[in-house]
């Protein structure tokens, strides 16, 4: 029986009860027989307690600090852990991200783990305890506190699990699974029995939330078997992992949809080298997040750049270049708002060359506009009507056979 | 201008816009050129609400998960004040204290402190910042994170004070600095201008409660000049330093009240070699804490001892006696609950041979009976019944001279 390494999230450890619930899960593994490393985000709501009382303090608190003050979420939470396991009766030890030895970058906010040095958690493992590490957290070369930033705690689990050659690092969430599409959107939606790296790179990106994509590439690159599963049943989760492409003669494995998505698009740039690097430059220096970039030239001298932020972003982004109109030297913006982005993807379209083909076919029978379109390897995009979402979700949905009850209509092109 | 460390504790970091005073009086000194270290205790009553959790879950929780939970009490309002000076302007960090080099013994929840490594709070003072640290915590020397127990945060000033050669150590409170008498007894009270380490020591054992005995202990040892002072009010406080005897001419220099004492006495008691051990070796080991003891002996073969608990350990004191009686071997227990203990308390007492009698002749005056008395070189305490406390207290203190209008009745016996 191998080493596990198990994360759960802030909901997880929520209260009193839950954390006891958790306890409950460490020891049955524990019983089977297997060496135990958990790793624990801050319970429910407090790290936005935490940050309400800086912004009280300051509007721009300077972000070593924030990480002094977040990583005591973490702190609290596997000090509970560890006590609600003695209180079973189980021996257990909870270690902040410098005691475990999650060595990051020398950056706030957002630093990257550069390395585990696990001597403690092995000395502690070896003594036959449970370790209970604080997730999101590390410390530096110069002593500092760190923190890793969104989906830092599914990072610190992939990390540890890479460093102690754990046997799987399971995620506990509060879905069961990872989905063919959001079952909110898709009744017929099915859970994943496993999916590859590369498609969950893909749908982690698309919105669908249940990793974040950090955790994943991590977990790719070090070949961390990952498992989702919920922390609420014992149903099996779904695994990550390299799935060879013959095996599972999917095409599609899920329907990811981005809802929020605003069309920018620039019109009359003058045609000259440097102009997509200029336009995107500015954006990016003013934090405006740019998705999907399309050119078209009507004309050898001007063209036009059609972009999307996300909905949040749309005044940001007019504004930024509202001020660099004279500077960038285009005509006018347009914008649309209220969009959303619709993708298939799957490993198994890099050999299928229809597959965007039939995306388009499938929208257009159900008469969706597509407004803009963007592909790679393994999943296309289209960007459409948000008010046609759900028909547009449930319609690939079924055409590439992912329906709990139907079968494919477009199984193989 | 030399080194100030300042301590903070909970209540005056209670609200965001007291963590703003303490910053704008930390920038007061900053600017009259000082170097400035800041100890803070955790914000108001949160470390009741990390205490309240822990209970939740076990009822008795290890103590160095209970460290690990605690310590982020502190880390929490270092990190605050942090930013309320970089609001303000100014260069500040807060360090943990494990990155703060406080280095203590390996017991947890009460640890002492065995060094302070002061290199990297040197290197921050000498890069012109504020340095923050977090009080009552420190590490041991398996890098475990551990608390210093009652009085942890004022121990934690001294220690750096001492460790930095810091000019002064001021411990911030909600009361101006040292009075003659608890001024909600004695309106006439006075605060002292200075008081000795001894002085200190004596008053703050005897429930004084503006500092903890550990800390004057420690700034006695260290010869570290202490300030007691109001964290409301620019009011000078109190100096504890070694005032040379001469130059006060008081013989007392306050009147102390304990309340909540009760008295025990066992009754009969074979007067053979251990019999003392034996008795105050049973309570010790039932966590019964004894202050004052008197043995009383009527008879060759048989005698009476007398001690004082806490009126909240009285029932613990009766029930360990009754469940040992037949090996303790006495023939029977009294009890009195709702007595007091006055004292005074002045380093010149030790050349004046009569402040005993006088005590005694003062309260006899009110008739107030004495139940058992005690001494030490710098102090006198009578146990009285509590009705009487405050005509005991307000007696003594006009007796002494203390009165902040009057002439002392008994300035030299």
Redesign the interface.
């Known amino acids: 029986m191998g080493l596990i390494v198990q994360k759960y999230g802030g909901t997880s450890v929520g209260t ?1 009860e839950r ?2 619930r958790v306890a409950d899960r460490i020891v049955e593994n524990k019983e089977a027989g297997h060496d135990m490393v958990i790793v624990v985000s801050a319970m429910g709501k407090s790290t936005d307690v ?1 940050v309400d ?2 912004k ?3 509007p721009y ?2 972000e ?3 990480d ?2 977040l ?2 979420g973490e ?2 939470s ?3 852990l ?3 396991l ?2 079973r009766g189980y021996d257990a ?2 270690l ?1 991200g ?2 475990a030895g999650v060595v990051t970058e020398s950056i706030h906010g957002r630093a990257r783990i550069k390395e585990i040095q696990t001597e ?1 958690i092995q000395r502690e493992l070896a003594r036959g305890r449970v370790v209970i590490v604080a997730g999101f957290q590390g410390v530096s070369d110069e ?3 760190t923190t890793l930033g969104r989906g830092g705690s599914d990072t610190s689990a992939v990390a540890l699990a890479a460093g102690l050659n754990a046997e799987r690092c399971e995620i506990f969430t509060d879905v069961a699974g990872v989905f063919t599409a959001d079952p909110r959107v898709v009744p017929a939606a099915q859970k994943l029995d496993s999916i590859s790296y590369d498609e969950m790179l893909e749908l982690a990106n698309l919105g669908a939330g249940v990793l974040h994509p950090r955790s994943v590439e991590a977990a790719k690159k070090y070949q961390v078997r990952l498992v989702v599963r919920s922390s609420f049943t014992t149903e099996e989760g779904t695994y990550v992992e390299e799935v060879p492409q013959m095996e599972t003669g999917r095409v599609v494995s899920g329907v990811a949809h981005d809802e929020d998505v605003a069309k920018v698009t620039v019109v009359g740039m003058p045609a000259r080298v440097g102009t997509l690097s200029r336009l995107f430059h500015t954006l990016a220096d003013n934090q405006v997040n740019v998705d999907i970039i399309i050119q078209s030239s009507y004309d050898a001298d001007v063209t036009n750049i059609s972009f999307t932020v996300a909905g949040s972003d749309l005044h940001k982004a007019l504004d930024t270049l509202a001020a660099n109109q004279s500077e960038l030297g285009f005509a006018k913006v347009d914008h649309e708002e209220g969009l959303t982005k619709v993708s298939i993807v799957g490993a198994g379209m890099v050999n299928n060359p229809g597959v965007a083909a039939e995306m388009f076919r499938v929208l257009a029978e159900q008469e969706i506009t597509i407004k803009m379109v963007s592909t790679s390897d393994i999943k296309v995009s289209c960007v459409i009507p948000a008010a046609l979402t759900e028909l547009a979700v449930r319609s690939l949905h079924t055409a590439y056979g992912l329906d709990a009850s139907t079968e494919a209509i477009v199984h193989s092109i």
Chains 1, 2 share one sequence.
Do not use: D
Request: aromatic share 6%; no cysteine.
């Open positions: 009193v954390i006891f935490l009382m800086a009280q303090i300051s608190p300077s070593r600090e924030m002094m003050l990583a005591t702190q609290v596997i000090a509970l560890s006590m609600a003695h209180q030890i909870s902040t410098w005691q403690r002593g500092e506190i």
